[in-house]
């Protein structure tokens, strides 16, 4: 019987976690909020943020950065 309590909390418990996972910030979001980019920017680099599409939208974003710069717009 303990067991299947335990087995129904972990359940509810995942499927709570999985409710409140964000959808990754697209690169207009991204664009938008300067600082976050950067930070998600740093995360990616170090191995710590967790949602890869984010990394690849800010990636993205810091390609297009960079290539403005260096054409001096």
């Known amino acids: 019987m303990r067991a299947g309590l ?14 409140c996972s964000q959808e990754p ?3 207009d979001y991204l664009s ?5 980019l950067a930070q998600i920017l740093k995360a990616c ?3 710590t943020h967790d949602i890869p ?5 800010a990636s993205d974003l810091d390609i297009l950065r960079k290539a403005r710069g260096s054409l001096g717009k």
């Open 25 to 27: 910030r697209g690169k």
């Open 53 to 57: 599409q984010e990394c690849s939208n």
């Open 6 to 19: 335990a087995a129904i909390a972990i359940t509810v418990a995942l499927a709570s976690l999985a409710a």
């Open 32 to 36: 938008a909020h300067p600082d976050e």
């Open 45 to 47: 680099a170090n191995g």
